[in-house]
Every structure is written in structure tokens, then in C-alpha cells.
């Protein structure tokens, strides 16, 4: 078996090494922007790292697991995560991240709610 020199941006550690630091979110902003075509204001502004995991839910005792929490120019939120293999109850796991990520917004009037939009990174075809 040859090992490449190189990381795979592909698999979560090396995603996390590449991107996953301060001094690499400008970079982050443009790979994500480009690799999921946004533009205008649909262009993400804003990453923050939460330590990528959103906290325990009380009821199942499990914790999610998330990339990036990102913001674009209108203030929509997206949560990324890459995803490189089928994994059973993916859809399921995507709408739980976003309710988490709804449900941690600070109290706010009700024409003030952020609504979290969620993308995902498929690396079957796009990578």
C-alpha cells in the first residue's frame, strides 16, 4: 500500500488540521464559497469554532458533531460538515444539527430568529 506525504482534506482529522484554526478561516471562507458556489450574498462572511460540538442533548445523552457554523452576508446560517461515505441515518443526524444550532440562538423577538440553513459537503462527486 503506498501512503501519500499529503493529508486528504476529505477525512475529518485533516479537515479539522487544515482548516479547523484561527489563522485559517480566511482561507476557509473562500475554499467553502467556492466549492459550494456561493456568491452575492449568499457569500459566507463569518466561520466560528465551537469546539465543533454543540452541547449534549439532556434526553439522549449524545453529542453532535459539527464542523464549521458559518454566517453569509444576509446573516443565514449554514452548518457544514464534511461527509465523504453513505452513512445510515445521515438525514437524520443533518436535521438534528440544525435544530441544535436553532435552538442555541440567544432569545430574540420573532421577526429577529435567525433560521439555520444547513449544507452539506458530499465528497462522492463534488471533491
Known amino acids: 500500500m503506498h501512503l501519500s506525504r499529503f493529508l486528504d482534506p476529505k477525512n475529518d482529522v485533516a479537515f479539522k488540521k487544515i482548516f479547523g484554526s484561527e489563522k485559517n478561516k480566511d482561507i476557509l471562507i473562500h475554499f467553502l464559497n467556492d466549492i459550494l458556489l456561493f456568491e452575492g450574498n449568499r457569500e459566507i462572511t463569518e466561520v466560528e469554532f465551537l469546539g465543533t460540538i454543540l452541547d ?37 443526524r443533518a436535521q438534528y444539527y440544525a435544530a441544535k444550532a436553532y435552538g442555541r440562538q440567544p432569545n430574540r423577538g420573532k421577526k429577529e430568529i435567525l433560521r439555520p440553513k444547513g449544507s452539506y459537503i458530499y465528497s462522492y462527486s463534488r471533491l
Open 56 to 92: 449534549a442533548d439532556i434526553a439522549s445523552k449524545k453529542e453532535s458533531i459539527v464542523d464549521v457554523l458559518c454566517k453569509d452576508k444576509n446573516g443565514a446560517q449554514y452548518i457544514i460538515e464534511m461527509q465523504v461515505d453513505p452513512t445510515q441515518g445521515f438525514e437524520k
